[in-house]
């Protein structure tokens, strides 16, 4: 039942990793910068921080104020 | 030298007569104000003339001939001016100088100069986002100004500044009246009075009263008696209404202002009455209506 | 430079600096790349945490490539639409809101300049986000399952994108005509998730439909060839995006600007 840390094909899912760690950290980096987002701060950075995939896309969709 | 004539220029919302066929012509090198109180039509009247307001009917003419498209001859403020807010004030300006035909060298250096003038020139590179409410509106008058355009059109370019903003701002338009032909609308008489040399008064989509402000302060001037008394006075007041010399009694608690229709007679037959009645007064003082005065009276006419 | 390379280059700009440039393309990647990985390990993950029966037999025929890479512009589809009309609902309409678009337009600009590069805009991530998702995913899946042919990768994208861009057509003429950015996403997602539901169950009537670019796209895939009455799609939709364009266009210019 136990996959060992060796048998996870590193080089097909790191790339796969990278890029949700750069969503995330340009979804942070945008929402920290912006003067106002729409709803508090805090609530934006927690939706980035813990649904992966998701929640910086919500982000960026509802969170950024467009002008 | 005629550089702009509205003939019959009308806007209707729905039912809302905005605009009712008003006519008016705008001399090349004159500064002229729009005035009327709240919901007169000025801006309204602002946009058909810029463009981007379709009359209801009429027409505009821009130096003699029926204008087409007129936004390349005009610089226009809006009331509430907005700005792409993740631009920096100097790139909006540069923006701004090439959608309005400028290359992009020109564009830069015109740029430098309009921030220069309108005292930006520490902000150039911050946000328009960070502006304060003044600096947007100085932003929006350099936008206005970058490609020198024949006719600067400022809706109520004032209205919204504390009133250091409002001295700046009125300082800059005292500026460039010398160069362009300048239209603003305002509801700040003094304002107007102070800079304008072409008065327009708009009311419910009306024009009331037209002309260059020294020859309508001439014509509208009437001699004024401001009276202040220890108690009131009424029983006298309403006596005074027939005399032939008065043409209007104000009364506010223990002030009032008596108009006028000749100073000379007018005066002496008022003191006389004071004198002769032994009414107890605190102040007589002779003057003249202003600007604020025939507003009043035409706004409530 | 015309007004409309100024107001390209500002579309540009400004999803360079509000990183719309970097993450669409990114979900794209992740939602090309994440099917063929899940295809390839399915059977282990089936296996690992399924917690199936003893001696259960797994028919489960590993995916051709062909199949995988439909899985991924299905999922495009879904998604990949939500996405891109979500991100480009508010192109016309928050500069209305906002009255910058009245700022604009009171500079002798063309109206047909400002429509026009707002859908160049447009275009430009749509098409990059596309190409670089879907590549992303033909390498994986060629990585992992079995190289597609690339000629076959390269037609059926081309056609996949003609769809796309009739998508971001539609969200921009309702972002012109519409005020609320909710309702334009609402009102888009709608008449295009309609239409392509319409078209899949009138099949042959709806020969003409745009929505019929994505079974092309899938017979592409899988043949080589698109299906019948492919040119006839193909002209009816290009005919739309150009309708739908110019009626932007008029629309946008009766449009009360300044507030
Ligand atoms: N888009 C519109 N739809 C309907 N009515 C309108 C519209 N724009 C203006 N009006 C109406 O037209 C009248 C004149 O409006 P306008 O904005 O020109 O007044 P204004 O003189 O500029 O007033 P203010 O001093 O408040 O700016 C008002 O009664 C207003 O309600
Ligand atoms: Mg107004």
Redesign the interface.
Known sequence: MNVSLNEIPWGAIAPIIVLQLILMITALVSCIREEKTNGPKWMWILVILFISLLGPVIYFVVGRRND | MELLKACDLAKSFGNTHAVKGINFHIEEGRCVSLLGPNGAGKTTTLKMLSGLLEPTSGSIDFKGEKAKDLREFIGYLPQYPAFYNWMSGKEFLVFAGQLAKLNRKEAEIRSEELLERVGLTNAKKRKIAGYSGGMRQRLGLAQALIHRPKLLMLDEPVSALDPLGRREVLDMMREIKEETTILFSTHVLHDAEEISDDILIINAGEIAVSGSLGSVMEKYRQPILHIEFESQAADWLKSITSYSVVSEVDIQGNKVSIVLNDMVNGKQTILQDIVDRKLPILKFETSQTTLEDLFMKVVKA | ?T?WT??YR?EMT?MV????I??VP??F??LG??QP?SS??MPEILD?FGGLPEGTILEMPTPTGEDVLMQVLSNYGMLGVL?LV??AM?VVS?ERQ???A????????PYSSYILSKWAGLLTITLITLFIGYAASWY?TS??IETVDFERIFQSVLIYSIWLVFVVTLTLFFSTIMKG?GGVAFVTIFVVFGLSAVTSILGENMKWSPAAMTEHTGQVLLSGEPGSGFLLGFITTIAIIIVVLIASIQIFKQK????
């Open positions: 430079m007004q100024v107001l500002k400004e600096r509000n990183y719309k970097l993450w990114i979900v990647i992740l790349v994440m990985v390839y390990y690992t996405i979500l991100s508010g928050a906002s009255g910058v009245g700022m604009v337009m009171i500079k002798p600009v994986y990585l992992l950015n009360e600007l300044l507030e």
